[in-house]
C-alpha cells in the first residue's frame, strides 16, 4: 500500500473511515472489510492511537433526548486582545458545560461558541450569569438553530 506524506497509506485510511462511522467495530470486523487477518488490523488501530490519529472514543448523545432542544451559535467580542485575556476566556469557557464548542475565529468576533441549552430562559440565564460574568466580554451576538441540517463528527479521511 502507497503511504501519503503523512505518513498513513489506504488500509490506514479505511481504518479510520470505519471507526469514526462505528467504532464498535471489532478487530475481526475490519480485517474482513479489508481482506486483511486481524494481528495486522490490530497493530494498525494500536500505531494510529499511538500516533494521535484517534484521539479518543467516545459516545455520542442525542442532546434532545437528554433534554437540550436548543442549539445556538454565540458570537463573542473581547474588549481587549492580548494573550493573557486571550488565555483567560479560553480557560473560562473550557468549564462551561454548556458550551460544546469554542472556536477562535477570524472576523469581526473573536470566538464562536456552540451552546445546547434547555430553553431560551436556560440560555439567558447562561448569558446574564455565566459568560457575561467572564472578564473582558465585549459583544456577544447569538444565532438560534431553527433545523439542523447536518450534524455529522466524520472527517473525510482522503
Avoid: W
Avoid at 14 to 24: N, P
Amino acid at each position: 500500500m502507497e503511504k501519503k506524506s503523512d505518513g498513513i497509506d489506504a488500509a490506514d485510511r479505511a481504518i479510520l473511515q470505519m471507526l469514526q462511522e462505528d467504532a464498535f467495530l471489532t478487530t475481526k470486523e475490519i480485517a474482513a472489510r479489508l481482506n486483511l487477518t486481524t494481528t495486522p488490523v490490530f497493530e494498525r488501530v494500536k500505531r494510529l492511537e499511538r500516533e494521535g490519529y484517534i484521539e479518543r472514543y467516545t459516545a455520542l448523545l442525542d442532546r434532545r433526548k437528554i433534554g437540550l432542544p436548543m442549539l445556538v451559535f454565540c458570537d463573542v467580542s473581547l474588549k481587549e486582545h492580548n494573550r493573557e485575556y486571550l488565555l483567560r476566556f479560553e480557560e473560562s469557557v473550557v468549564g462551561l458545560p454548556e458550551v460544546t464548542e469554542c472556536h477562535h475565529i477570524t472576523g469581526e468576533y473573536d470566538y464562536m461558541l456552540k451552546v445546547a441549552v434547555r430553553d431560551m430562559d436556560d440560555y439567558q440565564r447562561f448569558i446574564k450569569e455565566k459568560l457575561a460574568a467572564l472578564e473582558n466580554i465585549g459583544r456577544v451576538q447569538s444565532h438560534f438553530v431553527m433545523t439542523e441540517v447536518k450534524n455529522s463528527t466524520v472527517l473525510p479521511v482522503i
